[in-house]
């Protein structure tokens, strides 16, 4: 009898033992997924560009474990990233030797992008790092303010070449804009 009452207690023992080392069931896994997914969600709908937005934070693996200040400093690199296709595609249509009536704008957006790509932005991403929000808003703002400046340097030149790089610059402000404005509410 004592012998089984010893055997039952090992067996227990290992159950426990195996129990406590065993990984835990997937179950348990997607709940903490499914609020990562929320907070990009809740995030985005607060910005005015919720698809442009979502498809930007979820386009870098890190936003999964993100928290709102990190969202901000991927939307902060996704602007800049949007600024340098832009001003690669300003300075790719410069090179194809164009006319001279469309030549001066592009020009002068490429004199505009270079110090954003170069300086604004970066300092921009360095002060969200640092937790500067005022700073890290006037250097987006500076990126939006040069691509709308860069669009309507085109009129009464047959339009603009580069409407879609410049749009995607100013909403993608917007959006980072409107995250940091979250940062600024809750902290
Ligand atoms: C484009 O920029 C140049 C340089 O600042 C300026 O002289 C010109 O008036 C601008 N043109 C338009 C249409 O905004």
Same mark, same amino acid.
């Given at each position: 009898?004592?012998?089984?009452?010893?055997?039952?207690?090992?067996?227990?023992?290992? %159950?426990?033992?195996?129990?406590?080392?065993? /990984? /835990? /069931?997937?179950q348990s896994f997607e709940f903490p997924a499914q609020n990562i997914a929320d907070l990009i969600e809740?995030?985005?709908?607060?910005?005015? $560009?919720?698809?442009?937005?979502?498809?930007?934070?979820?386009?870098?693996?890190?936003?999964g474990?993100?928290?709102?200040?990190?969202?901000?400093?991927?939307?902060?690199?996704?602007? %800049?990233?949007?600024?340098?296709?832009? %001003?690669?595609?300003?300075?790719?249509?410069?090179?194809?030797?164009?006319?001279?009536?469309?030549?001066?704008?592009?020009?002068?957006?490429?004199?505009?992008?270079?110090? =954003? =790509?170069?300086?604004?932005?970066?300092?921009?991403?360095?002060?969200?790092?640092?937790?500067?929000?005022? $700073?890290?808003?006037?250097?987006?703002?500076?990126?939006?303010?040069?691509?709308?400046?860069?669009?309507?340097? $085109?009129?009464?030149?047959?339009?603009?070449? =580069?409407?879609?790089?410049?749009?995607?610059?100013?909403?993608?402000?917007?959006?980072?804009?409107?995250?940091?404005?979250?940062?600024?509410?809750? $902290?």
């Amino acid at each position: 009898m004592k012998a089984l009452v010893r055997s039952l207690l090992l067996a227990l023992l290992l %159950l426990a033992l195996l129990l406590a080392t065993s /990984p /835990p /069931p997937a179950q348990s896994f997607e709940f903490p997924a499914q609020n990562i997914a929320d907070l990009i969600e809740q995030t985005c709908r607060l910005t005015p $560009f919720y698809d442009l937005c979502l498809s930007s934070l979820r386009s870098d693996p890190q936003s999964g474990a993100a928290d709102v200040r990190g969202l901000a400093r991927i939307m902060a690199g996704s602007v %800049l990233a949007g600024a340098s296709r832009t %001003l690669d595609s300003i300075q790719e249509l410069l090179s194809r030797a164009p006319d001279p009536e469309s030549e001066q704008p592009l020009a002068y957006c490429a004199e505009l992008y270079i110090p =954003v =790509v170069k300086y604004s932005l970066p300092q921009a991403i360095d002060a969200l790092d640092k937790g500067q929000l005022g $700073f890290a808003e006037y250097g987006l703002s500076d990126a939006g303010k040069e691509a709308e400046e860069c669009e309507k340097n $085109f009129s009464g030149h047959g339009g603009s070449p =580069v409407t879609e790089g410049n749009e995607l610059v100013r909403d993608l402000v917007g959006v980072a804009l409107a995250i940091i404005k979250i940062l600024q509410k809750t $902290f």
